[in-house]
């Protein structure tokens, strides 16, 4: 149908305010892209762009290999939801999900109809007469959603649209919008800043620091390869352990143990490089062929599935922390923990990017 | 209920003795409403006692005669059926032109990043310090000159243009509220600039445009001074100046009851207009666009 494009994309509101640097993506038909970052990374402004609510700097923006970086918004077929829902609070929920097919002079008929099947798939029925604020945030969301759906758009945009749901609702229409996006065959671009909604809904994600890409990857080789240190501390909660260390010889130090540097490493200048280990890798207890660290419980926190311990390395101002399940112990005991070497993500201490560990498959 | 949930006694006014805080918030409530609607009161009164009455000594409150005659004696003796309808007119015609040039100007104030913004809100503030008694010879001049004198633009020019800086603000810190996003829906369903405003703007904005449009219709039907001034024709007067103006058929006879009849008359529209209207403003048609 319609691949969405964007190429050296770049929004300069003032010198200082550069929300979009120089962006450029593609997602296929099907293709469920996220956009996740922190705060005022620039995720909005991207998509606004795309959306035509903005006109970019520099770059263009392709919908069908059709270039519609001058349309106006209306002109671009593209359908979108907003945070804030953004229903027409005088108009009845049937005439919110109408209203775009109807300015569009599609014929009655066709309209009820495709209103119906929205309705269907959102269990709207019922509510068609009733105004927004007669609504559930829930039930608002959903009109939200059906209003995108029914004007069968070339392109979805969502700007966080689960943000204003309350956490197990969230969850329930995560899932819902997984299989309703599953069926639709159309690029959808995401915004969030939740990685847990990156993860379980997308099949690729950018991640966006400061207005630059910081990698764009399948979830789980985000999770698996980050592509530099911000992208590691960014994806997995509890946050990944990130540790800069003195570098000797082919080892890098970690207290009184020695952890053997990759084997593509050349010199590091500064003698120093960063370890990065996500807290759910570390093992318990001494196992072969890992690196062994010694240290000192101090600070146990109980995550429910597992706990999170926090412990002084010894013989080093370092602290590592590790998810254990079921543990009995208790601050102040002494605790090995092992680091599974095919585990552990090694970035350069002045650029920050990931340094390649052999063997790495390259491809996906 | 389910029988495990255990009971639970609320503490009940009959059981702790009176509870107080309904008793005198009924009675502040009370008090509030005397002391503000007394004077009112007091006129409607006057309105329908007999001459008798209104002059008897000691005072009669609360009357137990009631008469038409000082309404039916305005409406003889004078054409204040006219008055009325120029009033109306004034006012209904100064407040749309004040909404239908203000709020505009508000929409750009508060959408558009103007250049210049700031001045251009800070002269629309010193307008609203303004004392307008302070423009009124100068008008006065303008009027002569324009020969506007006993014509509706000379009341309704000044009246909309006193009412237009407190329009703007109102109306801008309103549209500054509105979600941006309903906006940037609308252009994303396909809506032009016009449409847009037309059918999703305006509509949202009605609770705003109904109390600013009363307070421009209240300052206008109520303005006294050009209204005595620029109108000494007889057909053009409007209500304040008219009921001013009643006077007795002596010098010495000072006509209470028809003057309380025509300040009577004079309030009831402004009384009818708020009554009607108090729901759209008080229900604020924007709740339910964005999450609550
Ligand atoms: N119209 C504008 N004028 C000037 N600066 C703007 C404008 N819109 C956004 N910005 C700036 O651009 C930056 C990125 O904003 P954006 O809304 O894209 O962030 P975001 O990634 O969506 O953040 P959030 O997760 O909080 O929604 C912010 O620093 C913001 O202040
Ligand atoms: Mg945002």
């Known amino acids: ?364 | 209920m389910a029988p495990s949930t255990p009971v639970v006694t609320k503490p009940s006014p009959t059981q702790e003795g009176v509870n107080w805080k309904p008793v005198l918030l009924g009675i502040t409530v009370f008090l509030v409403a005397i002391f503000s609607l007394a004077p009112i009161l007091w006129q409607l009164l006057t309105s329908i006692k007999t001459n008798a009455d209104i002059s008897r000594i000691p005072n009669v409150y609360f009357p137990r005669e009631f008469t038409l005659e000082h309404y039916i004696q305005l409406f003889d003796r004078r054409p204040f059926l006219r008055y009325v309808l120029n009033s109306a007119f004034v006012a209904i015609v100064s407040t749309l032109l004040c909404l239908g040039l203000g709020s505009p100007a508000a929409y750009a104030l508060a959408r558009l990043r103007l250049k210049g913004e700031q001045l251009i809100l800070g002269l629309v503030l010193i307008v609203t310090l303004f004392p307008y008694i302070l423009l009124f010879l100068g008008l006065l001049e303008i009027v002569q000159i324009l020969g506007l004198g006993n014509n509706y633009l000379a009341l309704i020019i000044p009246y909309t243009a006193i009412n237009l800086p407190l329009t703007i603000l109102v109306m801008r810190s309103f549209f500054q509220q509105l979600p941006r996003d309903l906006e940037d829906a609308a252009k994303v369903d396909g809506y032009n600039t016009v449409q847009m405003l037309w059918q999703i703007v305006l509509p949202t904005t009605i609770p705003a445009l109904v109390t600013t449009g009363i307070l421009a219709f209240i300052f206008a039907w109520n303005e006294f001074i050009f209204a005595l001034t620029f109108m000494t024709r007889e057909t053009m007067k409007t209500i304040p100046v008219a009921a001013a103006q009643i006077g007795g058929a002596t010098l010495f006879e000072i006509p209470y009851g028809p003057i309380a009849a025509a300040t009577v008359l004079g309030t009831l529209p402004l009384v009818l207009l708020v009554l009607f209207f108090q729901r759209k403003i008080v229900q604020g048609l924007t709740a339910g666009a964005v999450k609550g």
């Open chain 1, 1 to 364: 149908m319609a691949k969405l494009e964007v190429t050296h994309l770049n929004k300069t509101y003032s010198p200082k305010i550069v929300p979009v640097k120089d962006l450029s993506l593609a997602v296929e038909d099907g293709e469920f892209l996220t956009l996740l970052g922190p705060s005022g990374c620039g995720k909005s402004t991207t998509l606004r762009l795309i959306a035509g609510l903005e006109q970019p700097t520099r770059g263009e923006v392709l919908i069908g290999s059709k270039n519609v970086t001058h349309r106006s918004a209306g002109d671009r077929n593209i359908a979108m939801v907003f945070q804030s829902y953004a229903l027409y609070p005088h108009m009845t929920v049937f005439e919110n999900i109408a209203s775009g097919l109807k300015l569009r002079k599609t014929p009655v008929g066709e309209i009820q109809q495709r209103v119906a099947e929205a309705s269907r798939v959102l269990d709207l029925d019922g509510l068609m007469q009733r105004k927004p604020s007669k609504l559930s945030g829930g039930q608002r969301q959903r009109v939200a959603l059906g209003r995108a759906l029914v004007r069968k758009p070339d392109v979805f945009l969502l700007d966080e649209p689960l943000s204003n749901l309350d956490a197990l609702l969230r969850e329930q229409v995560r899932a819902e919008l997984k299989q309703l996006f599953q069926s639709q065959n159309t690029p959808v671009v995401y915004v969030t800043h939740d990685q847990t909604e990156a993860m379980t809904l997308s099949t690729k994600v950018a991640v966006l620091y400061k207005g630059d890409l910081q990698q764009l990857d399948s979830p789980q080789r985000i999770y698996s390869h980050p592509a530099n240190q911000f992208v590691a501390g960014f994806i997995g909660s509890p946050q990944m352990n990130l540790l800069t260390l003195p570098c000797e010889n082919s080892h890098a130090l970690l207290g009184e143990a020695r952890v053997p540097l990759p084997q593509v490493t050349e010199p590091q200048p500064a003698g120093q490089i960063v370890l990065g280990i996500r807290p759910e890798h570390l093992q318990v207890g001494k196992q072969p062929d890992c690196t062994a660290v010694r240290g000192q419980v101090f600070l146990i926190e109980n995550l429910g599935m597992s706990d999170l311990v926090s412990m002084h390395v010894q013989n080093s101002e370092l602290t590592l922390r590790a998810l254990i399940a079921n543990t009995t112990l208790k601050a102040g005991d002494e605790l090995v923990l092992s680091l599974p070497p095919q585990q552990l993500h090694w970035f350069d201490i002045e650029t920050r990017s990931r340094i390649p560990v052999q063997p790495e498959t390259v491809a996906h």
